[in-house]
């Protein structure tokens, strides 16, 4: 079928409907849709692109300091693997099951950095 998720035809819906009715309306008036499912998935758009770039950031951020610490560039890299794994083989679950990206899925990511950062290490 043609259809697809929920989730994948809202904004380009609110977009067209923004630019049907800005050329309806002109210059006379100003259109601001305010419907919760618009804000839900302006909401869900920006905390998107704000967890890519926040885990960007750890990864430019630790990895260096982790080298630095260490010692050593291999072992600095070495030392990124639990941190990335979990997030890198939960992703690729998510994908490969089917399963989609939703703010609380989205979030386990942030919940998996934080759990590995203060888990006291068993050596």
């Not at 600095?76 to 939703?102: D, E, F, K, Q």
């Amino acid at each position: 079928s043609g259809e697809g998720h929920p989730d994948d035809l809202y904004p380009p819906f609110f977009e067209r409907l923004e630019q049907e009715m800005t050329a309806t309306l002109g210059d006379r008036l100003t259109l601001q849709v305010t419907d919760a499912t618009a804000l839900a998935a302006n909401t869900f758009s920006h905390v998107m692109e704000s967890m890519a770039t926040s885990y960007a950031l750890a990864l430019v951020l630790t990895l260096p300091l982790m080298m630095l610490m260490l010692g050593s560039v291999r072992q600095g890299l070495l030392a990124m693997v639990p941190s990335g794994l979990p997030i890198i083989v939960g992703l690729g679950y998510m994908g490969w099951t089917g399963i989609r990206l939703n703010l609380p899925t989205l979030l386990c990511g942030g919940i998996i950095i934080g759990l590995r950062w203060t888990t006291p290490s068993t050596s």
